[in-house]
């Protein structure tokens, strides 16, 4: 019977905004390239929601990720330490920069880096620390703030997952030296593909739009003062995230709505730990996700499966960075407890605009099924 019910997948653009529109009219207007009015308009509006002074659109979030630690100066030798259990642009992007990422454990409740474990992993070398919001879930700035401020370092923001998300009221975005987002398709707001670069320093904010614009000199056309990329975002890519962030209070509305479906379904599941969220944080569940307890005797990779049967589309957490190849061997004596039993049992549930209270309550039968491996 399952496979003639619709699937449900894991995510879903929603655009039924001016998405349609705006997207017309750079068709119509033939402004389809990476100059045109909605990117500036994007730009403004985003950095709103960010709380930021600046924004500067760029054409992805790992993109986002290596101009922001461009701008902040890091190179060769430097050390960047990060948390294992990421998505893997956020090493890349320290990679790219010829710089080595150092791996931090994470908290075995909210799933972020564990602030706490920053200032042993600090060296000569260290020049950056990278918090990631994951799955939606603001990290502790205030004592991430605290430990960087002590030691010079930087702070970048991964905020890629987190649009919207709150600490102590304050938006991601705005809460380090500088911030990176991403507009994939799976994301809280999309273009399709798309990133933005947020922060309140002009210089940082100069050194991005340079740097995206293959370092073009600001005051003289054709002079190209230092080597640069073409990172930028096109004119349809952003006007669709225009069309987005004019709906970003529905869409964080629909995250808050679904996350406290699950919670009424899920609480109380012997086999389940669900997403704690601290009192000053405002989480906007990029994905709802659960992670499996010793309790559970069937294997997450198992449940997954099973899931799918049912036509669920569900995601295992991220493999913890330093166990995958590229970084691997040059972390063969790290452990990382925590990360690596997040990493092998927890999923991410399907999260998206308009998922329908039914669809929540098909999601969480399953996955209860599942889990008792009945
Ligand atoms: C999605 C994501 C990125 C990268 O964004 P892209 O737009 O896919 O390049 C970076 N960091 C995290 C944590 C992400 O989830």
């Known amino acids: ?137 603001p990290c502790d700035m205030r004592t991430i703030d605290r430990v960087a401020t002590a030691h010079g370092l930087k702070v970048l923001e991964d905020a890629a997952e987190a649009h919207g998300a709150l600490c102590n009221g304050k938006p991601v975005g705005s809460l380090g030296d500088i911030a990176a987002f991403s507009f994939f398709g799976n994301k809280i707001i999309t273009c399709g593909e798309g990133g933005m670069v947020t922060t309140d320093d002009e210089s940082l904010w100069r050194k ?43 869409h ?22 669900l997403p704690t969220t601290r009192a000053w944080a405002d989480n906007v569940f990029w994905m709802y996700s659960v992670v499996l307890r010793d309790e559970c005797s ?18 295992p957490f991220f493999y913890p960075i330093h166990t995958l190849p590229p970084y691997a061997q040059e972390n063969a004596s790290t452990y990382l407890p925590v990360a690596e039993k997040l990493g092998a049992r927890g999923m991410n549930l399907p999260t998206f605009s308009g998922m329908t209270e039914e669809q929540v309550v098909r999601v969480c039968t399953s996955l209860k099924s599942a889990i008792r491996g009945s």
């Open 1 to 137: 019977m399952s496979n003639l019910v619709d699937r449900i997948p894991v995510a879903r653009p929603w655009l039924g905004g001016n998405e349609e529109s705006y997207v017309l009219d750079c068709v119509r207007s033939s402004w389809i390239s990476s100059q045109g009015k909605y990117i500036g308009m994007f730009e403004t509006a985003f950095a709103a929601l960010a709380g930021a002074r600046y924004a500067a659109s760029c054409c992805n979030g790992t993109v986002a990720l290596h101009l922001a630690l461009l701008a902040l100066g890091i190179g060769p030798g430097d050390e960047v330490i990060m948390p294992s259990l990421t998505y893997i642009a956020t090493a890349n992007a320290a990679r790219y920069c010829g710089a080595r990422p150092v791996f931090v454990d994470s908290e075995p409740d909210t799933w972020n880096m564990d602030p706490r474990l920053i200032k042993e992993a600090i060296t000569e070398r260290t020049r950056a620390v990278i918090p990631v919001h994951l799955y939606g879930q």
């Open 208 to 250: 991005v739009v340079q740097l995206k614009s293959q370092g073009v000199d600001p005051e003289r056309r054709y002079w190209f003062p230092i080597v640069g990329y073409n990172y930028r975002m096109t004119n349809i890519e952003a006007a669709i995230g225009l069309a987005q962030v004019e709906k970003a209070e529905f």
């Open 252 to 273: 964080m509305a629909e995250r808050r709505r679904i996350a406290s479906l699950y919670d009424r379904e899920l609480t109380g599941i012997g086999e389940l730990q």
């Open 298 to 315: 069937v294997g997450r990779d198992a449940v997954i499966d099973r899931m799918a049967a049912d036509g669920v589309e569900t995601r």
